[in-house]
């Protein structure tokens, strides 16, 4: 324990050896947005940041199907829907798309899956599958 606390030290202060930063750049869509096409489709866009996916509630009748689009507004994230077999990579600059069919009531947790720093473990958000009247 001592050895590694030892070249711990020496890396940080002797060598000089930081932290990287995450600089961002430019992504394709900048703005989160829940658009419905109509009775039962809905355009999604997700814009994923450090610690957080933007938007983090998304409500949507049950029998919805859902177009999302993903991005990243830092670094590299993954988007898993739970129940729903839903696996992508947000990666800055780029957009990634699934399309996702809500059959059941429920709440669907959203989670990162891919270590994007500290606040990692929090990063969810949720689509909340509710009955809606005609």
């Given at each position: 324990m001592?050895?590694?606390?030892f070249a711990l030290l020496y890396n940080v202060f002797a060598r000089?050896?930081?932290v990287?930063?995450?600089i961002p750049y430019q992504a394709s869509f900048q703005q989160s947005l829940v658009k419905q096409v109509d009775n039962t489709h809905y355009e999604v866009y997700v814009i994923a940041k450090m610690w957080a996916f933007d938007p983090a509630e998304i409500t949507i009748p049950?029998?919805?199907?859902v177009d999302f689009y993903l991005s990243s507004a830092d670094v590299v994230h993954g988007f898993n829907i739970e129940r729903k077999g839903v696996n992508l990579m947000a990666v800055p600059g780029?957009?990634?798309k699934?399309?996702?069919k809500f059959?059941?009531?429920?709440?669907y947790r959203i989670v990162c899956h891919e270590y994007c720093g500290a606040g990692h473990h929090n990063m969810m958000a949720?689509?909340?599958v509710t009955y809606l009247k005609r």
């Open positions: 001592a050895v590694f606390f000089k050896i930081d990287p930063t995450c049950v029998g919805s199907t780029a957009v990634n699934v399309t996702v059959t059941d009531y429920g709440t949720q689509v909340l």
